[in-house]
């Protein structure tokens, strides 16, 4: 399995930070990468895709970038809602794999 | 808009069979370029992908679950179901059932269920 490791663990921010999360690949997996957002007690969101594909409906805010191994989510400007925990996940090859998560708070 | 929705038993008991059923509304699983995915979270924990299945009837199992796994769909009803069989408590989890869109890649899971608790316990 390829096994994705994200980093930091949790960190802490206020409104107006700009943030980032990095996620890296025990193998190459290309662009095969996608971002999550998840709230307490809801579902994941998905964020981005193919590394740094904006999906409909989420704040340009967000922003991903990445080939290979090593990739970035960034928030420009945290908002109040952007507390919550991030995940990113590999579509290279089965079974799919997701990071361990980012927890984000203030 | 489309919608998933799990249903089935929160509650199974050590060593037996976990079946969850997912209906979609909004879309049909028989149309191409999507596969209809089960996902776990175990509590506070990450995420695990279970495995999908396509509307041709293909599926993908997570190797570290394949031999308890069964995948399938009901075009009629608009469903696909997991069994997960010979159950412990670590498969306590919420369960989510999940779309991915397949163009020129798989594109992530666009739409989620809003998961269903399954405790494993006597």
């Known amino acids: 399995d390829i096994q994705m490791t994200q980093s930091p663990s949790s960190l802490s921010a206020s409104v107006g930070d700009r943030v980032t999360i990095t996620c890296r690949a025990s193998?190459?997996?290309?662009?095969?990468l996608n971002w999550y957002q998840q709230s307490p007690g809801k579902a994941p969101s998905l964020l981005i895709y193919?590394?740094?594909s904006l999906q409909s409906g989420v704040p340009s805010r967000f922003s991903g970038s990445g080939s290979g191994t090593d990739f970035t989510l960034t928030i420009s400007s945290l908002q109040p809602e952007d507390f919550a925990s991030y995940y990113c996940?590999?579509?290279?090859?089965?079974?799919?794999?997701f990071g361990q998560g980012t927890k984000v708070d203030i | 808009q489309v919608q998933l929705q799990e249903s089935g038993p929160g509650l199974v008991q050590p060593s037996q069979t976990l079946s969850l059923t997912c209906t979609v509304s909004?879309?049909?699983?028989?149309?191409?370029?999507?596969?209809w995915s089960w996902i776990r979270q175990h509590p506070g924990k990450g995420l695990e992908w279970i495995g999908h299945?396509?509307?041709?009837?293909?599926?993908y199992y997570n190797p570290s679950l394949k031999s308890r796994l069964s995948i399938s769909e009901d075009p009629i009803k608009n469903q696909f179901s997991l069994k997960m069989s010979s159950v412990t408590a670590a498969d306590t989890a919420v369960y989510y059932c999940?779309?991915?869109?397949?163009?020129?890649?798989?594109?992530?899971?666009?739409?989620w269920g809003q998961g269903t608790l399954v405790t494993v316990s006597s």
């Open positions: 999940a779309r991915v869109p397949y163009t020129n890649g798989w594109e992530g899971v666009d739409y």
């Open positions: 909004g879309g049909s699983i028989s149309s191409g370029g999507y596969y």
């Open positions: 299945i396509y509307h041709s009837g293909n599926t």
């Open positions: 193998q190459s997996i290309s662009r095969s």
């Open positions: 193919a590394a740094s």
């Open positions: 996940q590999q579509t290279y090859s089965g079974p799919w794999t």
